[in-house]
């Protein structure tokens, strides 16, 4: 049945007041839950008008931009790159991209930095549609200090131009704007069209005067926005033609809040506006023009991350999941253990020493088990882990020379609850002198695993712990504790003392350095409550190297030593 949706326009200026009647086309197409399509039409002015509305609440759903040399036309691009539905992108000349384009972690094209006006240079900060790691969405003015992810700021205000202005401003700076933190994917365009559910058409401020791009003149249009209920709109306007005239900036952005759209952002339009589903197109563009960069909704694999861990547990050997068996265990003088206890030795010999770790499995799946030790030129480098696991017994034997003071993979194997099923570290090893058991950390990205409650007990002191994996390539979790309530106390004069109980939020600080102290990145700042946390750091755009980090909360200041290798 088809459902018929009655929007009124109601603008400033009275040319605009009329009315679209929209239908939703949805069954025209083989579309996966989540992606619907409305076509609307208009007597007068003629218009016909497209849009896709995509839930992002559904989890298999994201946008993802994509660019290509030489230039396809969206109905070919879509296909080519197995997402659902698509529109153009942003502008271009020839097969150069002049609106950003960014994949995860990588940016493949810039929003221009300048553009040319009387015969000068003037620097813009131009507009961009982001998704965040989180799937949240934003429409920002945003600007590029270099030619990563993290060198993207984003800038509360375009720069302040007037229409056909003379003098160019100076360049936008660093300290204007802040770091666009969590972008995960996005494509740039011009202007914006909606901030904060209001008509905000930036025109003259991100100078699309003189760029062949009209204000209010109906002209094909294409746009994206968002809602506040995380819908993602893909909406292009026909025009040009007998039977559908197009549409000013102020009149689609009007278009995009009778939509819900909290925020928007127009894209390329004229002979580029094109929507098309698969390989077909969904409105009747004016040209149909080749473009090198398209918007699409595809499903979540298309951006490649890496999959969600579902289970996690680490046990150390000071944790009551582990024991030491059998005597002559000693602990090393060696830093670099897991946890707050040193790793323990022993002397190699006939397999009756050793350490034995007691996981408790969440459910029958695969669990992938790494090993964390101390190395030393003394250590064994046949030392053997046993796993016994639902299908038997597998023994892994490791060089413990090697690769120390980080997450090293042993193997992935099945468990189940069962509790017969643990991990062994044996002191029959052959080669070498001492065995080392520190730690060993438990994963699984099954989804009939449930996330592990790491502490139940409140932490009693501050400790930062090492990254894993170390050294890492590209993203490392680190993770850290924060006290109780901390006692103090003070002495009266008849001798008694009173204590007293700190601020239970504690500010707490963790930074990133490189070997010069320079500082590359804040991974926290701001108050927390006593708790176990992680943070991930993602050093994609770091160069081979070692690089420090520090966790810092009143006169409590660590420092700890990651690696990145590339």
Same mark, same amino acid.
């Given at each position: 049945?088809?459902?018929?949706? &009655?929007?009124?326009? &109601?603008?400033?200026?009275?040319?605009?007041?009329?009315t679209?009647?929209w239908?939703?086309i949805?069954?025209?197409?083989n579309l996966?839950? $989540?992606? #619907? =399509?409305?076509?609307?039409?208009r007597?007068?002015?003629?218009l !016909?008008?497209?849009?896709?509305?995509?839930?992002?609440?559904?989890?298999d759903l *994201?946008?993802?931009?994509? @660019?290509?040399?030489?230039n396809?036309? *969206?109905?070919?691009f =879509?296909?080519?790159v197995?997402?659902?539905?698509?529109?153009?992108?942003?502008?271009?000349g020839?097969?150069?991209?002049?609106?950003?384009?960014?994949?995860?972690?990588?940016v +493949?094209?810039?929003?221009?930095?300048a553009?040319t006006?009387?015969s000068q240079?003037?620097?813009?900060?131009r507009s961009?549609? $982001?998704?965040k790691?989180?799937?949240?969405?934003?429409?920002e003015?945003?600007?590029?200090f270099?030619n990563?992810?993290?060198?993207?700021? +984003?800038?509360s205000?375009?720069?302040?131009?007037?229409?056909?202005q003379?003098t160019?401003l100076?360049?936008?700076?660093?300290?204007?704007?802040t770091v666009?933190s969590?972008?995960l994917v996005? @494509?740039?365009?011009?202007?914006?069209?909606?901030?904060?559910?209001? *008509?905000?058409?930036?025109?003259?401020?991100?100078?699309?005067w003189g760029?062949? =791009?009209?204000?209010d003149n109906?002209?094909?249009?294409?746009a994206v926005?968002?809602?506040?209920?995380?819908?993602?709109i893909?909406?292009v306007?026909?025009?040009?033609q007998?039977n559908?005239?197009? =549409? $000013? &900036?102020?009149e689609l952005?009007?278009?995009?809040i009778?939509?819900?759209?909290? %925020?928007?952002m127009?894209?390329?339009?004229?002979?580029s506006?094109?929507m098309?589903?698969?390989?077909?197109?969904?409105?009747n563009?004016s040209?149909q023009?080749a473009?090198?960069?398209?918007l699409?909704?595809?499903?979540?694999?298309?951006?490649?991350?890496?999959?969600t861990?579902?289970f996690?547990k680490?046990i150390d050997?000071?944790d009551?999941?582990?024991?030491?068996?059998?005597g002559?265990w000693?602990a090393s003088?060696?830093?670099?253990?897991?946890?707050?206890?040193p790793?323990?030795?022993h002397?190699i010999g006939?397999?009756?020493a050793?350490a034995?770790?007691?996981?408790?499995?969440?459910a029958?799946?695969?669990?992938?088990?790494?090993g964390?030790?101390v190395?030393?030129?003394n250590?064994?480098?046949?030392?053997?882990? @046993?796993?016994?696991?639902?299908?038997?017994?597998d023994?892994?034997?490791v060089?413990?020379v090697?690769?120390g003071s980080?997450?090293?993979?042993?193997?992935?194997?099945?468990?189940?609850?069962?509790?017969?099923q643990?991990?062994?570290?044996?002191n029959?090893?052959?080669?070498?002198?001492?065995?080392?058991?520190d730690?060993?950390?438990i994963?699984?990205?099954?989804?009939?695993?449930?996330? %592990?409650e790491?502490?139940n007990?409140i932490?009693?002191?501050?400790i930062?712990?090492?990254?894993?994996?170390?050294?890492?390539?590209? *993203?490392?979790?680190?993770?850290?504790?924060v006290?109780?309530?901390?006692?103090s106390?003070?002495k009266d004069?008849?001798?008694k003392f009173?204590?007293?109980?700190?601020?239970s939020?504690?500010?707490v600080i963790? !930074?990133?350095?490189?070997?010069?102290? +320079?500082?590359?990145?804040?991974l926290?700042?701001?108050?927390?409550p006593a708790?176990i946390?992680e943070?991930e750091f993602?050093?994609?755009? /770091?160069?081979t190297?070692?690089y420090?980090?520090? /966790?810092?909360?009143?006169?409590?200041? %660590?420092t #700890?030593k990651?690696?990145?290798? !590339?």
């Amino acid at each position: 049945m088809k459902k018929y949706i &009655l929007v009124s326009l &109601l603008f400033a200026s009275i040319t605009f007041s009329q009315t679209i009647t929209w239908t939703e086309i949805t069954s025209n197409y083989n579309l996966p839950s $989540g992606i #619907k =399509v409305f076509q609307g039409d208009r007597a007068t002015p003629k218009l !016909k008008i497209f849009y896709i509305d995509a839930d992002m609440n559904n989890p298999d759903l *994201v946008i993802h931009p994509y @660019i290509t040399s030489p230039n396809k036309l *969206v109905k070919d691009f =879509v296909p080519f790159v197995g997402a659902y539905a698509g529109v153009n992108g942003g502008f271009f000349g020839g097969s150069t991209s002049y609106s950003a384009v960014v994949y995860p972690y990588e940016v +493949k094209a810039q929003n221009v930095a300048a553009v040319t006006r009387f015969s000068q240079s003037y620097p813009v900060i131009r507009s961009f549609f $982001g998704m965040k790691a989180d799937k949240t969405f934003n429409v920002e003015w945003i600007y590029h200090f270099g030619n990563n992810v993290n060198d993207i700021y +984003k800038f509360s205000a375009p720069m302040p131009y007037t229409n056909n202005q003379q003098t160019p401003l100076p360049p936008p700076q660093q300290s204007a704007g802040t770091v666009y933190s969590n972008l995960l994917v996005g @494509i740039g365009g011009a202007p914006t069209l909606v901030k904060n559910g209001q *008509v905000n058409v930036t025109y003259d401020q991100e100078i699309m005067w003189g760029s062949g =791009v009209g204000y209010d003149n109906r002209d094909p249009r294409t746009a994206v926005g968002y809602t506040a209920n995380n819908h993602v709109i893909l909406i292009v306007a026909d025009g040009r033609q007998i039977n559908s005239e197009g =549409v $000013g &900036l102020p009149e689609l952005a009007q278009i995009m809040i009778d939509l819900g759209c909290v %925020e928007a952002m127009n894209l390329d339009g004229g002979g580029s506006t094109q929507m098309a589903i698969g390989n077909q197109y969904v409105n009747n563009p004016s040209e149909q023009r080749a473009v090198p960069t398209i918007l699409t909704i595809t499903h979540k694999d298309s951006l490649h991350l890496p999959p969600t861990i579902q289970f996690e547990k680490i046990i150390d050997t000071g944790d009551p999941e582990c024991s030491l068996v059998g005597g002559g265990w000693f602990a090393s003088a060696n830093s670099g253990w897991w946890g707050t206890t040193p790793s323990q030795l022993h002397a190699i010999g006939d397999g009756s020493a050793y350490a034995e770790f007691r996981p408790q499995f969440p459910a029958d799946a695969n669990y992938e088990v790494y090993g964390w030790w101390v190395s030393s030129s003394n250590r064994c480098q046949d030392t053997p882990f @046993i796993i016994r696991h639902k299908n038997g017994i597998d023994t892994v034997r490791v060089n413990q020379v090697q690769n120390g003071s980080m997450w090293s993979y042993i193997g992935t194997y099945n468990f189940s609850p069962d509790t017969s099923q643990k991990i062994f570290i044996s002191n029959a090893g052959t080669t070498g002198t001492y065995i080392v058991a520190d730690a060993i950390r438990i994963i699984s990205y099954d989804p009939a695993t449930p996330v %592990e409650e790491e502490i139940n007990s409140i932490p009693s002191e501050f400790i930062l712990y090492q990254n894993y994996p170390n050294p890492f390539n590209p *993203v490392t979790k680190i993770r850290y504790s924060v006290p109780n309530a901390i006692l103090s106390s003070s002495k009266d004069e008849g001798n008694k003392f009173t204590f007293h109980q700190a601020q239970s939020d504690k500010k707490v600080i963790m !930074k990133v350095y490189d070997v010069l102290g +320079k500082e590359i990145a804040t991974l926290v700042n701001e108050e927390k409550p006593a708790g176990i946390y992680e943070v991930e750091f993602d050093g994609r755009n /770091l160069s081979t190297g070692i690089y420090f980090y520090q /966790l810092r909360s009143g006169s409590f200041v %660590e420092t #700890k030593k990651l690696t990145i290798i !590339k």
